[in-house]
């Protein structure tokens, strides 16, 4: 049977305990971010104005941290806009990625890469949620991939401003655009740095994943706590709420 933890009312709407409201300003922005996305395939894929297209996408992608700072400013952090902001983002990264290599402008394996290391997390986040409940907050190196990410992606699809690439690796070494020494848009630098932090991410979620597995294991009692229907307490002493967690206030 789950308990549900009892916390102070204001702390609802916070990013340790988020609310489970639906229709807020940070996840209306959230959905028009995926709109737009669509929006930018739809374009890129049928040859219109390229810079319509890019126009559209580096809105969605500005847009990525808008959403999350009202949500903290205002507290009206949600589960739903937690859930979505990452499905979002992977959309709009997916649909960028995808557009580019069709057009024969960015390395398959930048593709392969980034999509690979997504449903390596997907895989793992199923089985961390078979033994942890609460899902794992995003940590900052993935913000950082994301934003690299998308600012290369967009510098790429406007296809400017062209830079010459250092010589790190031989000519020869086409599927290393740039750092062969060839002229590529300036984006291509801030993917590869995108590319990195990704893969920290992995990394980082996977530690964060074995460690949630393993207090899962060793106190489950802790995954009976009902996270996403707290009990509101409204008495006016201030506790600490992890002291305070289930039914009745126990101590």
């Given at each position: 049977m789950n308990l549900k933890k009892k916390i102070k009312k204001e702390l609802i709407g916070t990013s340790d305990y988020p609310s489970n409201k639906i229709f807020t300003?940070?996840?209306?922005?959230?959905?028009?971010r995926l709109v737009l996305t669509f929006v930018f395939l739809y374009l890129f894929i049928n040859n219109e104005n390229r810079y319509v297209a890019l126009a559209v996408y580096a809105v969605a992608a500005s847009t990525d941290w808008l959403d999350g700072q009202i949500a903290r400013m205002t507290k009206t952090v949600s589960w739903l806009g937690k859930m979505m902001d990452p499905v979002v983002d992977r959309a709009l990264l997916f649909t960028g990625v995808l557009g580019l290599v069709g057009r024969g402008e960015l390395p398959i394996w930048v593709c392969a890469l980034?999509?690979?290391?997504?449903?390596?997390l997907a895989c793992g986040n199923l089985v961390v949620r078979h033994f942890h409940k609460r899902p794992i907050d995003v940590?900052?190196?993935?913000?950082?991939?994301?934003?690299?990410?998308?600012?290369?992606?967009?510098?790429?699809?406007?296809?400017?401003?062209?830079?010459?690439?250092?010589?790190l690796v031989d000519a020869s070494?086409?599927?290393?655009?740039?750092?062969?020494?060839?002229?590529?848009?300036?984006?291509?630098?801030?993917?590869?740095?995108?590319?990195?932090?990704?893969m920290i991410t992995a990394i980082v979620y996977t530690a964060k994943g074995a460690m949630?597995?393993?207090?899962?294991?060793?106190?489950?009692?802790?995954?009976?706590?009902?996270?996403?229907?707290?009990?509101?307490?409204?008495?006016?002493?201030?506790?600490?709420?992890d002291t305070a967690t289930a039914h009745g206030g126990v101590e």
């Open positions: 300003i940070s996840n209306f922005i959230t959905f028009t980034i999509i690979g290391r997504d449903v390596y940590v900052y190196t993935g913000k950082i991939a994301t934003a690299l990410l998308m600012s290369g992606f967009s510098l790429m699809l406007l296809g400017l401003p062209i830079v010459d690439g250092p010589h070494m086409t599927m290393l655009p740039g750092l062969n020494g060839q002229p590529v848009p300036l984006g291509i630098f801030f993917v590869y740095g995108g590319v990195i932090f990704s949630a597995i393993k207090h899962a294991i060793q106190h489950p009692e802790d995954e009976d706590v009902d996270f996403l229907n707290p009990e509101i307490d409204d008495s006016d002493d201030v506790r600490d709420p």
